[in-house]
Every structure is written in C-alpha cells, then in structure tokens.
Nanobody, 118 residues
Framework: QLQLVESGGGLVQPGGSLRLSCAAS????????IAWFRQAPGKEREGVSC????????AYADSVKGRFTISRTNAKNTVYLQMNSLKPEDTAVYYC???????????WGQGTQVTVSS
C-alpha cells in the first residue's frame, strides 16, 4: 500500500521554527516529485513548496521564500520542510503529496497541524 505520513507539526510562537517530515512507505520517493501544500481554515489549499526528482530543482510560494526550505533524503525515503521565522499566517494543516512526471498529485498524506501563536 502506497502511503505518505507527515509529522513534525505543533504549536510554535511567532518567529519560531518547525521541521515537517513526509515519510513514504510502499514506494520510493526518488521516483516522484514531492510537494508540500497547506490549507488554513476557510481558505483554499495552496502550494507551499516542491522538489523535483528529475533535477532536484525546488520551488517556493512567494509567501514562504527565504523562510522555508524543502529537502529530501532518499536514504530515509523522506522529504522535509524546514520552516523558520514562522508567522501566524503560516497556521494551517500541511500536507505532502507525490506525483510522477505528466500526472497530478496522486498520493497524499493525512496532514499535520501547524499553529503559530503567542
């Protein structure tokens, strides 16, 4: 069974940091582009960052550039999202998703809650 599991969410004060993990089981992540999405209450889901399996290129939403970093370790079959200088507007459920070239994101995790509040 192909599965993605996120972890690392929690409550953090503004300016703090968290590192989210996305671990795969049932398949190897090195064959997939991996993305992080988030959805805040009452808002549409938005893309946060992605990392390509083809050339390792990375992309970020303007709202997180310079604060978030996506990385992957094939040895651990895991993708990370390092989030620094967190703001209250980063509060959301964060999801990781996987896709192969030419297709949409077919595989999704269950999400992890990130709350930024003093």
């Amino acid at each position: 069974q192909l599965q993605l599991v996120e972890s690392g969410g929690g409550l953090v004060q503004p300016g703090g940091s968290l590192r989210l993990s996305c671990a795969a089981s049932g398949f190897t992540l090195d064959g997939y582009t991996i993305a992080w999405f988030r959805q805040a209450p009452g808002k549409e889901r938005e893309g946060v960052s992605c990392i390509s399996n083809l050339d390792g290129s990375r992309a970020y939403a303007d709202s997180v550039k310079g604060r978030f970093t996506i990385s992957r370790t094939n040895a651990k079959n895991t993708v990370y999202l390092q989030m620094n200088s967190l703001k209250p507007e980063d509060t959301a459920v964060y999801y990781c998703a996987a896709k192969v070239a030419g297709r949409g994101y077919d595989y999704w995790g269950q999400g992890t809650q990130v709350t930024v509040s003093s």
